[in-house]
Every structure is written in structure tokens, then in C-alpha cells.
């Protein structure tokens, strides 16, 4: 299993807050695409090729799935970014063990 984490924005490169629809439609696609998802508020900074330091505040997603599906979540992603003009996504792929309990 693979534990898969991706960043996405809550503005645009604009400073303006992307709509709640279209931040739903992103999460009911991971849903009907991953089987599920869980989702955190979390901010942080980064320096830009210019010296300029961002600041963003972003949510955070997590999907454990097959290491056979990871392509399918990268391929996602490409149109993700496409979708919110961002020039990158972050994207974590680490090993997992998950159990339900």
C-alpha cells in the first residue's frame, strides 16, 4: 500500500478563495476515483526564485491506495493543476500498512 499526500490551494494565484463548488467537485472526485480521502487546514511558506517568501494556506489531503493507483492519482493531479493555474503540486508517495480496526 501506498500512503499518498498532495497539497491543494484554498486561493488562486490571485489571492482570491477558489469556490466552495469547485473545491467540492475536486473532493467528490477523489471519492468516486480513490474510494475516499481525509482532508486538514494547513499553511506554510516557501522562498521563490525572486527572494520573495509566500505564504499559503492550503488543505491537505491524504489517500492510502494500491501502488498500481498512484499513476491514476498523478495523472489527476496534472489536470488538477491545470484546473487552478498552479504551476506545480506537491505530491508525497510513501509505503503504508493499513489495517481497519
Do not use: C
Not at 28 to 46: K, N, P
Not at 74 to 96: G, H, I, N, P, R
Request: charge should be negative; proline fraction near 2%; glycine fraction near 8%.
Amino acid at each position: 500500500m501506498k500512503r499518498t499526500t498532495f497539497i491543494i490551494p484554498k486561493t488562486g494565484n490571485d489571492g482570491k478563495l477558489f469556490p466552495t463548488k469547485l473545491i467540492a467537485g475536486l473532493q467528490q472526485e477523489m471519492l468516486e476515483q480513490f474510494g475516499g480521502y481525509t482532508v486538514r487546514e494547513v499553511r506554510g511558506a516557501w522562498l521563490g526564485d525572486d527572494g520573495r517568501t509566500y505564504h499559503d494556506e492550503s488543505w491537505e489531503y491524504t489517500i492510502v491506495m494500491e501502488e498500481a493507483v498512484v499513476e491514476k492519482l498523478v495523472q489527476w493531479l496534472e489536470k488538477a493543476k491545470d484546473l487552478l493555474s498552479q504551476e506545480a503540486m506537491w505530491l508525497e508517495v510513501l509505503e503504508a500498512e493499513a489495517r481497519l480496526v
